[in-house]
């Protein structure tokens, strides 16, 4: 385990079920076993990140594979790229989906650690993956020492560039998904009077280069009532689509376009 306190910066060691430092700030694992590494005087709400509501739209739809291609590539882009990598970080992990399928395809020697600001999604994670270390942190505040992982997976998950090169050992792979630009757009377009792609431009993430860019493009076809309810509820658009928009997708279904723009990176 390499853990750093979110509050003096020295390291973490595990004394029983507790982390502390050496200057006796202690940290509880909960009882699913995640640790929560993000103080009270760093939260910016009661509850941040992704409510119970959130995590599970998005643990339902995703546990029934609709986005099981992105994970595909995802992993099979880590074996490519990783060699004898040791240590790795899923930046904004949620409930898991992508650390466990990730973890899986990898070596046993292969050490996971899963961070989001949701204390609801970890408490997921952290109970249906036991091989796999998760934390409740910022990913713009992240508790782990400098220097400390050979890869890292960020999916949507925002961060600064800085704290993503300041933990990554130089060297480091980086794999980044991000919206291409026709994702979900059938959405956008009963929203929006003009929407507008995203862009199609190459990411530039400052202390990494970038070794290798791809798109992945199907049409995601529901009509399942519920699954179209979880889709939309782990989509931002669900807050701006109206009731009726809703109850009229539940009953004629859904088509719309995935588009995922995957990247990945070397740190400098």
């Avoid at 076993?33 to 992704?50: A, E, T």
């Avoid at 689509?241 to 400098?268: H, I, P, Y």
């Amino acid at each position: 385990m390499i853990y750093r306190c979110p509050l003096c910066e020295q390291v973490l060691t595990k004394q029983d079920k507790t982390w502390c430092c050496p200057s006796n700030h202690r940290f509880d694992c909960a009882k699913e076993g995640y640790v929560n590494l993000l103080p009270v005087q760093k939260k910016k709400s009661n509850d941040p990140g992704d409510n119970k509501e959130m995590m599970f739209a998005r643990r339902e739809f995703l546990n029934k594979g609709y986005y099981q291609v992105l994970s595909d590539k995802v992993n099979l882009l880590a074996n490519e790229y990783l060699n004898d990598a040791r240590f790795g970080l899923d930046i904004g992990c949620g409930e898991g989906y992508y650390s466990n399928r990730l973890v899986e395809s990898l070596p046993e020697a292969f050490s996971l650690y899963g961070v989001d600001i949701s204390k609801s999604a970890l408490k997921y994670a952290a109970k249906r993956y036991p091989k796999i270390a998760f934390s409740v942190a910022s990913a713009f505040d992240m508790p782990f020492p400098d220097d400390s992982f050979d890869f890292m997976l960020r999916i949507y998950a925002p961060s600064l560039d800085v704290e993503l090169k300041r933990v990554i050992k130089s060297g480091g792979i980086l794999i980044t998904v991000c919206a291409g630009p026709r994702h979900h757009f059938a959405l956008k377009e009963l929203i929006y009077d003009n929407p507008k792609e995203h862009t199609q431009e190459a990411s530039r993430i400052e202390g990494f280069e970038l070794i290798h860019q791809e798109r992945i493009e199907q049409v995601l076809t529901l009509s399942d009532s519920d699954d179209i309810g979880h889709f939309l509820k782990m989509t931002p658009y669900n807050w701006k689509l109206t009731e009726e928009q809703k109850l009229a997708l539940a009953n004629s279904g859904l088509s719309c376009e995935l588009d995922f723009k995957v990247e990945v990176f070397r740190a400098l």
